[in-house]
């Protein structure tokens, strides 16, 4: 194959760590395998992904069951696709091979249980939303009618808190979010950001601040910045946190001499 400059590209050679079910005991299913996939201008890893797909036989030709992983929008809006690529969390999807040293390893994320393969299971994410009640309540079917009006600095920050598509790239670069710790997550804690300011949504915000006091709240994050580092929508994370930390420090104070 060659490139459009004329020089000839070899196959791109891939390992995929591989487990064909949920680990059940101590000792994982995993397994590697390498796959060699014609090159083609501007392909990224879930092109390399789909070649594996349409012809499942490994390097040494042997034939194998397809690697399975999750996508859908193939544009980095989404979040579904995220996975360790060359010791590194990003988006499958704009990973473009030509930037990434070969042999390209794919791995599966390290703090979700694995399905299978490439697949995780992120339903822990998805249950720190609700206990921040990551939503703007609203009752009722009726029109309701203009809601109010958000001056633009505050319409500006908050469209940036709302670009988390919950990849939960953030909770893979967090040291204090594993299986062993209760801690919600830096995406949560944005979450709880977000909706406190808006003005319907934070006519919930006692209930959220009550959330990051507790069990496995803000006072788990240790801080080591890790989470903005990695977030692919630089949402500012850490600037989050420290606006959370100190609304739940007013809240705890306040608490005290209202009780």
Not at 56 to 63: C, E, F, H, N, R
């Amino acid at each position: 194959m060659q490139s459009s400059n004329g020089q000839v590209k070899p196959n791109i050679r891939i390992r995929v760590l591989r487990q064909d079910r949920p680990n059940t005991d101590q000792n994982p299913n995993q397994r590697w395998e390498e796959f060699d996939v014609e090159w083609r201008p501007g392909m990224n890893v879930i092109s390399c992904l789909m070649a594996v797909q349409r012809n499942p036989v490994t390097a040494d030709g042997d034939a194998t069951d397809a690697v399975v992983w999750e996508s859908n929008c193939l544009e980095e809006v989404c979040g579904a696709c995220t996975m360790i690529i060359n010791s590194k969390v990003r988006q499958a999807c704009s990973a473009l091979v030509d930037k990434l040293a070969q042999p390209v390893t794919i791995e599966p994320l390290t703090s979700f249980p694995v399905v299978r393969d490439l697949i995780v299971d992120r339903s822990r994410v998805f249950e720190a939303f609700k206990k921040v009640r990551a939503w703007v309540p609203i009752d009722g079917t009726y029109d309701l009618g203009p809601g109010p009006r958000m001056n633009e600095e505050e319409r500006q920050t908050s469209y940036v808190l709302s670009t988390c598509m919950a990849c939960t790239a953030c909770m893979e670069a967090c040291p204090n979010f594993n299986e062993d710790s209760p801690f919600i997550g830096p995406a949560a804690i944005n979450q709880a950001r977000l909706h406190n300011s808006h003005p319907t949504g934070k006519m919930h915000s006692r209930e959220r601040l009550e959330a990051l006091l507790g069990e496995g709240g803000i006072a788990y994050c240790g801080n080591d910045q890790n989470c903005v580092r990695v977030c692919p929508k630089g949402i500012p994370l850490t600037e989050s946190i420290a606006e959370m930390n100190r609304q739940v420090n007013l809240y705890a104070i306040k608490s005290l001499f209202t009780k």
